[in-house]
């Protein structure tokens, strides 16, 4: 095994307890690095009016490999306030750094898996026939767009003339919108490429392949976005129809998806979809495994190289101000385990869930949110394992 280096990135908040526990056990499971760590979140924007400082995007350019803990991202009026007072004149807007970090280096591939653990006490149960308790095995894998969509950037208050003027060539925005004050408008644009679309579709379809996924479905919403959505689902038949002709396409409809995957969430497979719906279906399914403890994510570019692994929660400021850290370590685990893979450490990935999963079946060690108690300071007073105990009795199994 040869020695790499990884862009350790905390961010905000739990990012750093998350982060910092996941390494050490990387370390325990004998997996060789050196860590470099990358200024990103809050903190740079309010004092250099840069979440993602020039001299991160170096680290990552040079180590092609970033390991992120969590960010905080606020409204733009509310970003504003909170910068120093002498960059408050300088015209700075506040865009996510994560965004950013994904555009910059082409992350158009994420990639959210949702498993569940067995003797999870958070897992996803309905009533069956004669009033019997199921416990349906979710295994999802969601394919986001990373890069595009609604999350693109491209959108305007107040919108200035040539972009007015060309809203104005449209039927329909000249019916609906052609008497409001050009001042009252705010548009944001979801763009769909179908060089980006491609990709995100052939990642689907291969990862199904590769792991025996029976299909692929596409959430989004054809019948209404007609253009974006609409086109998604066409190259999609056109790719399983040439290339994946063994794996079935199926069709769904972002709210309607939202209402099946409590009914028959073991019927799904690989999704893939837009950013957006990409970003809200697959909290959905996070929500069947126990919730944003357990939910991991990878994002990158197979061309480069260069991927960033992450959780999906946020940065839970409160949670960091406890003396004890009491979060769930769960999903920044996984998403380490998500880069062994990617950069082909596929034996210790195996060992690192196989603890995981023996930690949770077992049942001894829970956090809070395994407990389903307030996220408060006392709850490892009250039997809820700390998130450094957690970690213990993971390398405990290795």
């Known amino acids: 095994m040869s020695k790499r280096t990884i862009v350790a990135m905390p961010g905000d908040g739990i990012g750093k307890a998350v982060l910092d526990e996941t390494i050490r056990l990387l370390d325990a499971a004998g997996f060789e ?10 903190e740079f924007w309010k004092s250099e009016g840069n979440p993602l400082p020039e001299r991160t995007i170096d ?12 960010i905080t991202s606020k409204p733009k009026d509310a970003a504003f306030e909170e910068l120093s007072q002498e960059l408050k004149n300088k015209g700075l807007v506040y865009s996510s750094p994560i965004v950013g970090l994904r555009q910059h280096f082409g992350l158009d591939i994420c990639m959210r898996p949702c498993h569940t653990y067995k003797g999870n006490p958070l897992n996803f149960i309905r009533r069956g026939p004669g009033n019997t308790i199921e416990e349906p095995a979710v295994d999802v894998v969601i394919f986001r767009q990373n890069t595009e969509g609604l999350y693109g950037g491209v959108e305007w208050s107040n919108p200035p003339g040539d972009v007015y003027d060309a809203l104005m060539t449209h039927n329909k925005f000249v019916k609906n919108f052609g008497n409001t004050p050009k001042e009252e408008i705010s548009v944001s644009t979801r763009i ?33 976005i007609r253009e974006t959505s609409g086109m998604m689902f066409k190259m999609a038949e056109q790719i399983q129809r040439n290339d994946f002709p063994e794996i079935q396409l199926w069709n769904t409809n972002i709210d309607a ?11 799904y497979g690989v999704i893939v979809a837009g950013n957006m719906f990409g970003d809200i ?12 403890g357990f939910a991991c994510s990878a994002q990158f570019n ?17 949670y960091a101000d406890y003396e004890t850290s009491i979060v769930n370590p769960i999903a920044m685990v996984e998403s380490a385990c998500m880069m062994l893979d990617f950069i082909e450490e596929n034996d210790m990935a195996a060992r690192i ?40 009795a993971i390398i405990a199994k290795l």
């Not at 690095?33 to 809050?42: L, Q, S």
């Not at 279906?281 to 944003?292: E, K, P, Q, R």
């Not at 197979?302 to 400021?317: K, L, N, Q, R, Y």
């Open 353 to 392: 869930r196989k603890a995981v999963a023996e930690v949770i079946e077992e049942g001894h060690v829970r956090t809070y949110d395994m407990m389903k108690m307030r996220g408060t300071a006392q709850v490892v007073n009250e039997g809820a394992a700390s998130t450094v105990k957690m970690t213990d």
């Open 33 to 42: 690095a050196d860590y470099v760590e990358g200024d990103i979140g809050w």
């Open 302 to 318: 197979p061309e480069t190289g260069i991927g960033v692994f992450e959780p999906t929660h946020g940065s839970a400021p409160k």
């Open 281 to 292: 279906v697959s909290d959905g399914f996070a929500g069947l495994i126990g919730g944003l």
């Open 192 to 224: 769909f490429t179908k060089t980006g679309t491609t990709r995100i579709l052939r990642a689907a379809f291969e990862h199904a392949k590769k792991y025996g996924y029976k299909s692929v479905t596409v959430c989004e919403k054809p019948n209404v």
């Open 257 to 267: 998806q939202m209402m099946w995957l409590t009914k028959n969430p073991e019927d």
């Open 59 to 70: 680290l990552i350019k040079k180590h092609k490999i970033g390991l992120f803990g969590a």
